[in-house]
């Protein structure tokens, strides 16, 4: 009884993915071109790991029998050739650009996904340092302007925050402050 539920599928099922794969417990590959070209990259790596197998395989079979297996080894690459010539052939559809550090990354067996973690916890990093250095700056201003208000109490209105406008601020401070300057150079 479960042997005929088992023969007869409702509808064709996607190959299943190799038992080390990601796949498994995501979502599907994404639909178009992509998505295919996942699909032939997850051939290609099974093709591969299939080579794998075979040669080692054969090669265990070479020390019993000194005489049989290369055809099945011959397959494997031509499997593996096809894979290869599938996806030169699919890569002129596509114009997405990988960054070199990417490709250098997996060529030195680091997962890509812990250089964009490197450089996310260096972002965060660097906009903490540079929050502080806002607060800082805002702080020092803040006693900056108590201590003008203090030895200064006619600039009070210009250095309170409750100006209207920024912009204007400053035009106002230059002119009224190019007076007094004057007449403290000719105090002192």
Do not use: W
Not at 24 to 32: D, I, L, N, Q
Not at 44 to 66: F, I, M, R
Not at 128 to 144: E, R, T, V, W
Not at 158 to 169: F, R
């Amino acid at each position: 009884m479960a042997r005929s539920f088992m023969s007869t599928p409702p509808a064709p099922a996607p190959p299943p993915p190799a038992p080390d794969s990601p796949r498994e417990s995501e979502s599907p590959p994404p639909p178009g071109v992509q998505g295919d070209l996942e699909m032939e990259l997850m051939g290609l790596a099974n093709a591969l790991y299939n080579l794998g197998t075979t040669v080692v395989g054969d090669l265990t079979k070479e020390k019993d029998k000194p005489g049989g297996g290369g055809k099945q080894v011959g397959a494997r690459v031509n499997d593996v050739i096809n894979h290869l010539a599938t996806l030169d052939d699919m890569s002129q559809a596509i114009d997405t650009m990988i960054p070199m550090q990417v490709l250098m990354d997996i060529d030195n067996s680091r997962n890509p996904m812990l250089l964009t973690k490197e450089r996310l916890e260096r972002a965060a990093t660097e906009n903490q340092f540079m929050n502080g250095k806002i607060h800082a700056i805002d702080s020092y201003k803040k006693y900056l302007d108590e201590a003008l208000i203090q030895n200064f109490p006619e600039l009070r209105e210009y250095l309170t925050e409750d100006s209207a406008s920024d912009v204007a601020q400053p035009i106002k401070v230059e002119e009224d402050a190019a007076v007094p300057s004057t007449s403290i150079a000719n105090g002192a």
